[in-house]
């Protein structure tokens, strides 16, 4: 039977989020029906709210999570009900060109519940395919990885968004490595995420570049062994000085601007390679000599969702955060209620925290 669930929604354009009652229907074939743990507050649920993504409101926020399985649709055979999940954006179909050809993380095909969420009657649109600001969500079964349950709630569901994409910028897209030399532009919770993998996956310089001391500092808890303050020097400059006159071997944006962008392409190494994480607006342009493109080889990346395949990486993660080799928790900045979206919104505003995280 269908349950009634309080739950975080955006009515109309700009508004203020609302706690409402919402309807979840059971799980049909292909489907999970997740009892919601956590769920962190990310710049898309923002997006979303303001009406950046698409226009088809009422949206139910949230979609980096943890929870457990409360029931599954008839033929799901992935996860069963107990487990402790972490929820994806991507789950892979399997089916289309780049599942064919052996490159799952690409799926172009994604999919999520066939069932709709509702609100007084009305199809709510799930963020990402998820809407975890809420006390349970259906989801499609592919979309619910199970990990390890020893790990705490509010510090798993980070894997389903922001970090992961931090995290896989580095060790996926960029195929960062022991010995390499890094510098990330911007050092919100995505940027140290890539800060913390480039960590994890060996490199022995890794700069940091922010416009905020305090950013810088956290940067530094991440495993940052530079930090420039690009608004006192000249980042590309001062990452060639600390690299020999050569530039990095990855350079990472995770903010999503022109400038920091340009910054990146001239500080990578010769046969560098530049991975944006960070997510432009459609307005936003880029001007490069095409000689410096060739004459600098290497290679210009974008990273979706770090690139990640949820089934190898979640679990595998969650073990490296179980054996204190991953800092997660340092990435949860507070813990509220499904009331303090809102609010929590305009602390992201602020810069003030790189993740507040709602645990039902
Ligand atoms: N130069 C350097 N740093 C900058 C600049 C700039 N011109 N402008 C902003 N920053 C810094 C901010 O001070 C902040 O520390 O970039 C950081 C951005 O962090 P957040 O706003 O917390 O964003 P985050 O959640 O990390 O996401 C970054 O990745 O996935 C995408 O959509 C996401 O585009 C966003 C980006
Ligand atoms: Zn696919
Ligand atoms: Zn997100």
């Known amino acids: 039977m269908a349950q009634q669930v309080r739950a975080v929604i955006a009515k109309a354009k700009g508004e203020p989020v609302s706690i409402e009652t919402i309807e979840v229907p059971d799980p049909g074939p292909g489907e999970a029906l ?27 926020l949230g979609h980096e999570a943890a929870g457990v399985v409360e029931a599954v649709g008839d033929d799901v055979t992935g996860v069963a009900p107990g487990d402790f999940v972490i929820l994806n954006w991507r789950a892979v179909c399997g089916n ?11 799926c172009f095909a994604t999919h999520n519940a066939t069932q709709k969420m509702t ?8 963020a990402l395919g998820i809407g975890a600001f809420a006390e349970k969500t259906l989801v499609a079964a592919g ?46 919770g995505v940027g140290d995420a890539a800060i913390e993998g480039s960590r994890l996956a060996g490199a022995h310089t890794i700069i940091a570049v ?28 001062r990452i060639r000085e600390l690299t020999g006159g050569h530039g990095v071997d990855v350079a990472i944006e995770a903010i999503g601007l022109p400038q920091t962008y340009e910054q990146a392409f001239y500080a990578r190494d010769l046969a560098g390679v530049v991975v944006l994480v960070g997510v432009p607006n459609p ?78």
């Open 34 to 60: 997740v009892a919601v743990q956590a769920c962190g507050v990310c710049h898309t649920d923002l997006h979303y709210r303001e009406g950046a993504i698409n226009d088809e409101f009422p949206f139910l």
């Open 96 to 106: 289309c060109r780049a599942c064919l050809r052996g490159r799952p993380w690409y």
């Open 119 to 126: 609100l007084d009657g009305q199809e709510l649109s799930p």
């Open 143 to 188: 979309q619910a990885t199970k990990v390890n349950p020893e790990a705490q709630p509010e510090v798993a569901g980070l894997i389903g968004c922001g970090v992961m994409a931090g995290l896989g910028a580095a060790m996926n897209t960029g195929g960062v490595g022991r010995g390499d030399s890094v510098a990330v532009f911007g050092c919100g």
């Open 210 to 237: 922010d416009i905020d001391d305090t950013k810088l500092e956290w940067a530094r808890e991440f495993g940052a062994t530079h930090t420039i303050n690009s608004t006192r020097e000249d980042p590309v400059e």
């Open 283 to 360: 307005e936003m342009r880029i001007e490069l000599p095409m000689i410096e493109i060739f004459g600098r080889g290497g290679v210009l990346k974008s990273s979706w969702y770090g690139d990640c395949l949820p089934s190898r990486d979640f679990p595998m993660l969650i073990d490296l955060y179980l054996q204190g080799r991953l800092n997660l928790e340092r990435f949860v900045s507070e813990t509220i209620s499904l009331e303090g979206v809102e609010e929590a919104f305009h602390a992201m505003e602020r810069g003030e925290v790189l993740r507040s995280v709602v645990v039902v």
